[in-house]
């Protein structure tokens, strides 16, 4: 294998086109060790020209690095000015507002002014967040400031490697298709980034502006109910000031927080993987919960719009599923809510325990493919939506988006009002089993360094659909495989629109006929089961 010249001279346009003299240098290095026949190189620099980035789940993310399938300056630049193309030519509506926010990652705040400098040279008013601060403060500042866009810098729960370009709309939800194929097609338009024009004509948020969201925080608890220690850890991200500040505006004061997590750190030094959902992740704060003598754990991920809870199970901790979560604030928002005709919302993934909840509130409730760019538009009246993967909206009418600081207050207000009547997170979590049959659920998620194996694995699935279940694809629609059969059992196989992963959802549904823990028993080996079959199926 050696070095094409379509590939060296593609790499030579790069770098001649890059405004940033560090990723020319850094690009130049790679194509000179791979011109000088170091394989290595070669495969690092034939992964690096790969291709654009393009907007998948969430936005952009892709490693921090030089070359067309990175995050860089010359990627945002181009992206921000295809954005701000296409905005001028789609009447997207909106104020001519855009904020322009980031988190505390490798890059975030020179990714950060290059989309404010290249927006603001295009004719908008725009608004940088003042330093690395939550991604719902940017959905809330979008939607209460009748934005045009919002450009949130982050990847999230991603590996430290990693950055990411998040995009909002007017309204303050995510880009969604048609928008993101049609953003991309004007990115393809834009020339070469150093010569995209450039103003540092943007002006600064605010105080006032970021104090509104930490008040509407304060609004959200609907119970009396103050008494509560909590243990908390941002996992090194931005979340942790911020969400003691806004549990503090609410009623919450006892609040501990991981000191080895507090501060932002982009190389997130204690966790393999920054993700609640990931095993071991939440360890640290589980011990601190333990020692403290918590009511209540709560995890953020590093842009604090996930939120993870951890109760106390018997003598030991442990963390919620995210379904559970989802469910118990789902079920405390629908008992509360001041609205006409509710509708909750929740992904094709999830446990479909907040459909049978929906219906004893006399709520609406319908199912979205997965990303809160179709949560959050499911429908007039939302006031609840969550997604499995730790993703709850409590409060829609001012972030449309995931929020983990909001979820992460509301939970407080439903674990403090249960301590007071001297119950758990757990006990609610028994009587929603109790009154609508037990559904537990488990995931399967296998992670690629071939991506192709991906698409192959989905492939032999759909030319070989398993035995005794019936089979549904979800194609054109979504590349997703549902399975079921008899007996609440539910199986959901998808490639990971975040990551480099294969994704099996399961859900068995057991009714509670004698008794709680005979039917988790029975449900559990039934789970077990169906996790041993589907294991070997997607393997």
Same mark, same amino acid.
Request: with cysteine; glycine share 10%.
């Given at each position: ?8 001279? *593609?790499? =030579? ?7 940033? *003299? ?15 026949? /170091? ?43 295809? +954005?701000? @193309? ?7 509506? !909106?104020?001519?507002?855009? =904020? ?6 490798? !890059?975030?705040?020179? =990714? ?7 927006? *603001?040279?295009?004719?908008?008013? &725009? ?12 959905? =809330?500042?979008?939607? @209460? ?65 970021? $104090? ?49 997590? %507090? ?37 953020? /991920? ?10 106390? $199970? ?19 928002? +629908? ?9 909750? %919302? ?11 909840? %929906?219906? %004893?509130? !006399? ?15 499911? !429908? ?28 992460? &207050? ?7 009002? +249960? ?8 006990? @609610? ?26 698409? @192959? ?15 549904? $694809?979800?194609?054109?629609?979504? /590349? ?33 006929? $004698? ?25």
């Amino acid at each position: 294998m050696s070095l094409t010249p379509a590939l060296r001279d *593609a790499t =030579f346009r790069w770098i001649a086109d890059d405004p940033s *003299a560090v990723t020319r240098e850094e690009l130049q290095g790679v194509l000179a060790r791979a011109m000088g026949g /170091d394989p290595a190189a070669l495969e690092d620099l034939q992964d690096r020209m790969a291709g654009p980035l393009t907007f998948g789940t969430a936005g952009l993310r892709g490693p921090v690095r030089a070359g067309t399938n990175g995050m860089n300056v010359a990627t945002v630049v181009r992206a921000t000015a295809g +954005l701000a @193309a296409w905005l001028g030519g789609s009447g997207a509506g !909106g104020s001519g507002v855009v =904020f322009v926010g980031r988190d505390a990652r490798h !890059g975030s705040e020179e =990714f950060a002014v290059a989309a404010a400098e290249v927006m *603001a040279a295009a004719g908008f008013d &725009v608004r940088m967040l003042p330093g690395p601060l939550p991604t719902p403060v940017l959905a =809330f500042l979008v939607r @209460a400031h009748d934005a045009v866009a919002g450009i949130q810098i982050t990847a999230s729960h991603n590996p430290p490697a990693d950055n990411g370009y998040k995009l909002y709309l007017a309204g303050g939800s995510q880009i969604m298709p048609p928008s993101d194929r049609e953003i991309e097609k004007a990115i393809e338009s834009v020339p070469a980034a150093v010569s995209v024009p450039r103003s540092s004509s943007y002006t600064t948020v605010s105080d006032a502006d970021v $104090d509104a969201y930490l008040e509407r925080m304060a609004q959200l608890p609907t119970g009396q109910a103050r008494e509560l220690r909590i243990a908390l850890t941002p996992m090194h991200g931005v979340g942790g000031a911020f969400a003691v500040e806004a549990l503090r505006r609410a009623g919450f004061t006892d609040v501990h927080v991981v000191r080895s997590q %507090a501060v932002p750190d982009p190389d997130f030094p204690t966790v393999v993987f920054p993700n609640p959902e990931e095993p071991g992740a939440s360890d640290a704060l589980l011990e601190l919960a333990a020692s403290v003598d918590a009511d209540l754990a709560i995890a953020l /991920d590093p842009d604090a719009d996930r939120c993870a809870l951890g109760v106390k $199970d018997g003598e030991s901790w442990r963390m919620l599923r995210g379904d559970e979560t989802g469910v118990l604030l789902g079920s405390l928002v +629908l008992s509360t809510t001041e609205s006409a005709d509710p509708l909750v %919302a929740t992904t094709i993934v999830s446990s479909s325990l907040l459909k049978s909840i %929906a219906a %004893a509130h !006399g709520a609406r409730y319908t199912e979205t493919l997965t990303g809160f760019k179709w949560l959050a538009r499911a !429908g007039e009246g939302l006031v609840f939506a969550y997604e499995e993967a730790l993703g709850n909206c409590v409060d829609p009418a001012h972030v449309a988006d995931k929020d983990g600081i909001s979820a992460a &207050v509301v939970a407080a207000d439903l674990a403090a009002g +249960l301590k007071a009547s001297g119950r758990t997170l757990l006990d @609610a979590l028994d009587q929603l089993a109790v009154d609508h049959g037990l559904h537990l659920t488990d995931q399967i998620s296998l992670r690629y360094t071939d991506l192709s194996l991906i698409g @192959a694995t989905m492939g032999r699935l759909r030319a070989n659909p398993p035995a005794g279940f019936t089979s549904e $694809d979800l194609l054109p629609d979504a /590349d997703v495989l549902r399975w079921t059969a008899d007996g609440g059992v539910r199986v959901i196989v998808r490639p990971s629109g975040t990551e480099p992963k294969l994704k099996a959802y399961l859900e068995v549904v057991e009714p509670v006929a $004698d008794g709680l823990e005979s039917a988790r028993a029975a449900g559990r080996a039934r789970l077990a089961e169906l996790r041993e079959r589907v294991t070997a199926l997607v393997s």
